[in-house]
């Protein structure tokens, strides 16, 4: 709503002029009067407003000197417009020279002010929307260059333009937000995913307020890893007059109230200043991969996952290294007995903190190491992400023996299906089902246990070979065939809806509409006209 204020030192003129038309109807409101120039002045001094009308000769101080003041000493920018029962065209020179959006002409018409506001509001809402895109431009160039810091590829100008765009100060920490998606993500729509990604970024956002610069978009490379980056400075904390732990909960709670779905946040290791924040990002990313070897948390602090072990950090290489050559040959007896010498060997060590983990570390990324031997077309990114997701049912504790035993054995039936090269046949096997069972609930977990394939890997080389995923794909061809039936038929909507697997008729039309650009109905009567 328009803020506009009213200075003329004829009472009945102003009055009149608050009656003339309905402001609040015209999204204005009259926010306050002033009886000449030096009085508007003070009130400008101390107040915002987007319109002012003043008489062009007041005591004191005329509109156009209030004009020219506010101009100078860049009191207000707000739109001006100039009353006057002169029409000297050397009073209107004077008025354009100071930026005055309009000068008229006393007694003034309901259709002329009427047209001067809706002109105000227009001109507002232009300079809005420009603002608002420079300001997104300004974000967008804000994180390229964080990103830049995070990923440790950065010079000096990347630094100082942080610097100085960003309200920083000392003890700085990398964080992940992510969205905890208990679905097999490949079964998820990538249009819906991103579309929660962006809700966790807007909540990020609100919650940060004036900092809303430190939560940025797409930090990760990888297509199918849907995050939120976050720096987080100790000044935050420290201005809430809390603990750090204390904000990142309060941060969370509200994320999770506010999106109504769980999260999961990875903490990265504090760091002296913002310079230094690409070590903060590397552990949090170690985190990230990690997570399936720690019991489930909606927070972990790298400095609460990886405690030093006073006796010194020690690699168990040679029951490691039997174990890797067990999930290798797919002996899932073998496996189980490496598993437990693993676990004798760091029990007899009393090993804990680092140590388990550099164990653990050293052997998921042999295993990864192992996987691209295998599959040149399987890149280390999806791998991780694959370990990331590895979590069994209730009842088996994240980074126990039975927990490691299994994803081992999981792990070794994925390394059997790489050799196979199953990519060559399964996906014409997938085509087909979606041919014959479109309708149907088809799922890619469904899809994996028929052709006995790890639904993970399934969603990988899916996702390679047609670029989206399983869900849009299926979605996409469903579409295709509604638009047969659109041609071929006389069918009701919903009845089409039905017959290509959806159960409701809302859903399928804005899927229709975003994959075809109209609505069924348009697309029908379009279809009927081109025969």
């Known amino acids: 709503m328009l803020k506009v204020l009213l200075v003329d030192d004829e009472p009945f003129i102003v009055q009149g002029l608050s009656l003339l038309l309905d402001w609040e109807k015209e999204g204005c409101e009259i926010a306050a009067t002033a009886q000449n120039g030096k009085e508007a002045l003070a009130y400008l001094r101390s107040n915002k407003v987007d319109l002012i009308i003043a008489d062009i000769k007041m005591p004191e101080m005329t509109g156009l000197e209030l004009l020219e003041t506010i101009r100078r000493e860049q009191v207000s920018d707000a739109y001006f417009v100039i009353l006057s029962g002169y029409s000297d065209f050397s009073y209107a020179q004077q008025a354009i020279r100071y930026s005055c959006m309009d000068y008229v002409l006393k007694p003034v018409e309901k259709d002329v002010l009427t047209e001067i506001i809706r002109k105000a ?41 942080v610097v100085n765009h960003m309200h920083l100060s000392d003890g700085v920490r990398y964080i992940d937000i992510q969205l905890m998606d208990a679905m097999n993500p490949e079964d998820v729509e990538d249009m819906e995913t991103r579309s929660r990604q962006r809700k966790l970024y807007q909540g990020c956002s609100e919650f940060l307020k004036e900092d809303e610069a430190h939560c940025i978009l797409d930090v990760s490379s990888e297509g199918n890893i849907y995050d939120v980056g976050f720096i987080y400075c100790d000044y935050m904390a420290a201005k809430n007059d809390c603990t750090e732990k204390e904000y990142l909960e309060k941060l969370l709670s509200y994320l999770n109230v506010t999106l109504n779905q769980k999260l999961v946040m990875l903490v990265g290791k504090k760091v002296p200043d913002i310079a230094a924040v690409s070590k903060s990002y590397g552990t949090a990313c170690m985190l990230n991969s990690l997570q399936a070897f720690h019991d489930q948390k909606s927070i972990y602090f790298y400095e609460e996952e990886i405690q030093v072990n006073s006796g010194g950090i020690l690699l168990c ?37 680092e140590t388990v983990n550099l164990n653990i570390n050293y052997l998921l990324f042999q295993l990864i190491h192992v996987a691209t031997e295998q599959d040149d077309c399987v890149n280390q990114e999806e791998i991780l992400h694959l370990i990331s997701e590895s979590a069994f049912e209730d009842g088996v504790k994240r ?32 085509e087909q089902e979606v041919r014959e069972r479109y309708a149907e609930n088809l799922t890619l977990r469904d899809l994996g246990q028929k052709y006995y394939i790890n639904n993970a890997y399934l969603g990988q080389i ?24 659109l041609v071929r038929t006389d069918d009701k909507i919903y009845k089409i809806a039905e017959d290509v697997g959806y159960k409701n ?16 109905s348009k697309f029908r009567k379009q279809s009927i006209n081109k025969n």
């Open 121 to 161: 509001a227009n001109m507002s809402a232009t300079e809005i929307q420009r603002q608002e895109d420079k300001r997104k431009l300004e974000r967008a160039y804000l994180a390229r260059n964080v990103i830049s810091l995070l990923l440790g590829k950065y010079d000096g100008m990347n630094l100082e333009y």
């Open 505 to 520: 008729t809302d859903y399928f039309i804005n899927k229709f509409i975003a994959a075809k650009g109209c609505t069924p």
């Open 317 to 353: 290489k040679t029951e490691l290294d039997n174990l890797i050559s067990a999930i290798e040959q797919n002996d899932r007896m073998r496996i189980h007995e490496a598993v437990d010498r693993l676990y004798e060997e760091l029990r007899r060590m009393g090993a804990m903190g």
């Open 462 to 485: 899916f996702r390679k070979k047609y670029n989206q995923s399983f869900k849009d794909y299926l979605n996409n061809y469903r579409i295709e065939q509604a638009a047969q039936m």
């Open 399 to 430: 980074g126990s023996r039975i927990h490691l035993a299994r994803f081992a054995c999981e792990y070794a039936e994925y390394l059997a299906q790489l050799r196979k090269n199953v990519s060559r046949g399964v996906l014409s096997l997938i």
